[in-house]
């Protein structure tokens, strides 16, 4: 291992000058800065409050949170919309401990992201000796990421940001956890040394090419289709293979249903889409082409009911191996990177190639119709209070005519009527609670999307899920985010209607009567609007859209209007013994 130099070994420069120095400090900021990371999200404190001020002074974008979750979901979100692992950076102890649930968050939705947490020393903590916020980060981070690393040594600080980086984009994406002790920030070196020992790290995702075979096994099960469905997973969408991945779904003519990330990488109004048929074309369709899409509890992994009884074949194209027969057996699996992947496919196709057959895809557009015939007029309502349908009636126009905006959602009912009702147009605009269903990722996205991308971001979060990050709206009025928040209230978890019998404590799933959300933002300097009505609603959403200041507006929603877990009910066990 390459020792830390410290001052004392320097050698003298050839005219007796003092040699340049650096140390932990600006190592590791000019390790992140050679890779082209340069916003960093997180939350000061000892070891690591002076190294936020000079990475900021170095030209890095240093977004301060309130709480570390927060500012971990963000840097998760920020992997996904970019390809570069997001770096999230906490103090020891708890601070890494709030971070960490994102941290495994973004593995489990296969986002590249880096954890940096400060550290106590390694001799005190190692014999239990009681230092200040003393962990064994390491030992606790292995299990819940993708790879894990500690630097002890300044000279060694390059590799382990080269590692980090490597291990977060190849293959899978996911989290990576990187500890960096207190000792190694003060470490000095000499400068030369420093720079020769950073590491610019090439092709760090290297194209991973389908074998030729894969491909055409792939090609002859799905021509032998005949009700071929095509789902595209966020897997695809963070790919960035998106002209390639139209051009595939064009030319198969095959239906295709997009996962919830996955809307807009085809319009949801595309005439092949099959979002608004979902139940038919899961449970008739005889071949499924999955495309970073995992056959996990979104997909009811890939069997039962919501499959129906006719056999099914399926094809699968990921970059990860272990994932072929996770739930199933996949009789074509195609493992590679989905651009390598789905442009091979294009290839394979040749210039001629049948369409799906029409009356599969005339059955499947009537279902479509059919359900979005059904759900117009709940759309068009100007009930008050209001219903999740009647103001998202309002919220899918915003979008609609502002489709490059970016849609965070969040919720029970709020997070499925969303997804089914506001229709996206392009890719990586809709981000949400992802594989986990986790709350609390709403406003970590917003920051993220925010300063990522410059455009504007509309939420749309349930009230209970907006209180698991609500304090960082200071966040955003501090950053001046273009952030427009519609917070569902309807009183409660689910619903706000619950009433415990028994004594005078509340229902668990029930919040105060009339909250007002929207003085929060008032609190911190943004707009803030108390919406009763879909016309006020859609004056209030326009006009934050339009002016960029950050806004909060508290939408009441009629407590009765949701369902327990939304359209996930039936995962919710329910006792027979109940006494009351
Ligand atoms: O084909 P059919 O006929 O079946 O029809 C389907 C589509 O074809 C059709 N459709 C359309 N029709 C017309 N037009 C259009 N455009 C259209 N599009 C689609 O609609 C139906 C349904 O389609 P969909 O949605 O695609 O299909 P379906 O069957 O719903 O899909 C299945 C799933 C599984 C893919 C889908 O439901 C899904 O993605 N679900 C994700 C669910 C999820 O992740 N939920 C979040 C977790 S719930 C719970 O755990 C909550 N908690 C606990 C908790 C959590 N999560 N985290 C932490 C850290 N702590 C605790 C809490 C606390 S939720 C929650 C708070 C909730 O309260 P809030 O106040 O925040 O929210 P409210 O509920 O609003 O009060
Ligand atoms: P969804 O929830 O939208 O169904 P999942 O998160 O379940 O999506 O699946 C995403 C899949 O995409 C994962 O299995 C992951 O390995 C895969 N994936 C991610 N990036 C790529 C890529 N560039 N090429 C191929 N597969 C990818
Ligand atoms: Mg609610």
Known sequence: MAQATTLNEQPKTAGGDEPELTDGFHLVIDALKLN??????????????????????????????????????AAAIAGFLTKKPGICLTVSAPGFLNGLTALAHATTNCYPMILISG??????????????????????AKSLCKAAFRVLHAADIGIGVARAIRASVSGRPGGVYLDLPAKLFGQVMNAEAGRKSLVKVIDAAPAQIPAPSAIARALDVLKSAKRPLIILGKGAAYAQADEAIKALVEKSGVPFLPMS??????????????GAARSTVLKDSDVVMLIGARLNWLLSHGK????????????????????????????????????SCVAALLDGMGAKWNAAPAD?????????????????????????????????????????????AILVNEGANTLDLTRGVIDMYKPRKRLDVG??????????????AAVETGKPVLAIEGDSAFGFSGMEVETICRYELPVCIVVFNNDGIYRGTDVNAVSKDPAPTVFVKGARYDKMMEA??????????????????????????????????????????????????QSVLKKK
């Not at 319009?267 to 099959?274: K, L, R």
């Not at 094809?315 to 590679?336: L, R, T």
């Open 36 to 73: 082209g990371l340069t916003t960093i999200y997180g939350v000061p404190g000892i070891p690591i409050t002076d190294f936020g001020r000079m990475a900021q002074a170095e030209g890095i974008r240093v977004l301060s949170f309130r709480h570390e979750q927060n500012a971990g979901y």
């Open 119 to 140: 550290s106590s020393e390694r001799e005190v903590v190692d014999l239990q000796q009681g230092d200040y916020e003393e962990m064994d980060q390491l030992a606790i």
């Open 261 to 274: 990330m996955a809307k807009g990488l085809l319009p949801d109004t595309h005439p092949q889409c099959a």
């Open 304 to 339: 039962g009911k919501a499959w129906g009884d006719a056999p099914k074949k399926f094809i699968q194209i990921d970059i990860e191996p272990k994932e072929m027969d996770s739930n199933v057996e996949i009789v074509a699996p195609v493992v590679g990177d989905i651009g």
């Open 360 to 404: 599969w895809t005339g059955t499947v557009a009537a279902k479509r119709e059919e359900n979005v015939a059904k759900m117009a007029p709940r759309l068009m309502n100007n009930n008050n209070p209001m219903d999740y349908h009647g103001a998202l009636g309002v919220l899918r126009t915003v979008i609609k005519e502002r489709p490059d």
């Open 435 to 448: 594989t986990w269903g986790v709350m609390g990722i709403g406003m970590g996205q917003c920051i993220a």
């Open 524 to 573: 911190f300097g943004g707009v803030g609007v108390n919406a009763t009505t879909p016309d006020e609603l859609k004056r209030a959403v326009n006009a934050a859209m339009d002016s960029g200041r950050p806004t909060l507006i508290n939408a009441v929603l009629d407590p009765a209007a949701g369902s327990e877990s939304g359209r996930i009910g039936n995962l919710n066990p």
